[in-house]
C-alpha cells in the first residue's frame, strides 16, 4: 500500500495536471476567439493529454489502495497579450511542471517507492518532450513575428496534430 506521504503528494500532483489541462483549455477558447483554429486544435490535443496525465496518477493511486481527492482548480487566465506571450507562458509552465515531478521523483527515491519511480519515469521522458514542444513554437513564434501569412502557415501546421 502506498505511503500518505506519497498519497499526498500525488493528489497535489494529479490537481497540477488538471490545472495544466484548464490553462491549455483556456488558451483553446482564446484562439477560437482569434479565428485560429489549428492553434485552438493544438491546445484542446494538449488540455487532453494533461487529463490524461491527472488519470495515469489517479489510476496509480487507486491500483496502490490510495485514496484520490480531487482539490479546487485554480481559474486559469483568459487573455494573452499575443500568441508568442500564450506559448511562453506554455514553455514556463511546462518548466515549472517538470520541476515538480522532479520533486516527486526525488520524494519517491527518498520513501523508496519504487512502483512510483517507475510511474515517474515516464513522467520524466514526457517532460522533455513538453518542454521541446513548446520552445520550438515559441521559436518559430518568435521568427514569425507579426506576419499575418507566416502565422496563418503556422495555424495549419499546428492544426495537423492528432
Ligand atoms: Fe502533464
Ligand atoms: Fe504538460
Not at 68 to 76: D, N, Q, Y
Not at 89 to 101: K, Y
Not at 132 to 158: F, P, R, S, W, Y
Amino acid at each position: 500500500m502506498i505511503s500518505k506521504t506519497m498519497q499526498e503528494a500525488i493528489n497535489e500532483q494529479i490537481n497540477k495536471e488538471l490545472y495544466s489541462s484548464y490553462l491549455y483549455l483556456s488558451m483553446a477558447s482564446s484562439f477560437e476567439n482569434d479565428n485560429l483554429p489549428g492553434f485552438a486544435k493544438w491546445m484542446h490535443v494538449q488540455a487532453d493529454e494533461e487529463r490524461g496525465h491527472g488519470m495515469k496518477l489517479y489510476h496509480h493511486l487507486v491500483d496502490r489502495g490510495g485514496r484520490v481527492i480531487l482539490m479546487a482548480i485554480a481559474a486559469p487566465a483568459t487573455d494573452w497579450n499575443s500568441n508568442l506571450e500564450a506559448f511562453k507562458v506554455v514553455q514556463a509552465h511546462e518548466a515549472a511542471v517538470t520541476a515538480s515531478i522532479n520533486a516527486l521523483y526525488e520524494l519517491a527515491l527518498k520513501e523508496k517507492d519504487y512502483p512510483a519511480q517507475v510511474l515517474l519515469q515516464w513522467f520524466i521522458t514526457e517532460q522533455v518532450e513538453e518542454e521541446k514542444n513548446a520552445a520550438e513554437i515559441v521559436q518559430q513564434l518568435e521568427l514569425i513575428d507579426a506576419h499575418g501569412t507566416a502565422v496563418l502557415m503556422l495555424d495549419k501546421q499546428l492544426g495537423k496534430r492528432g
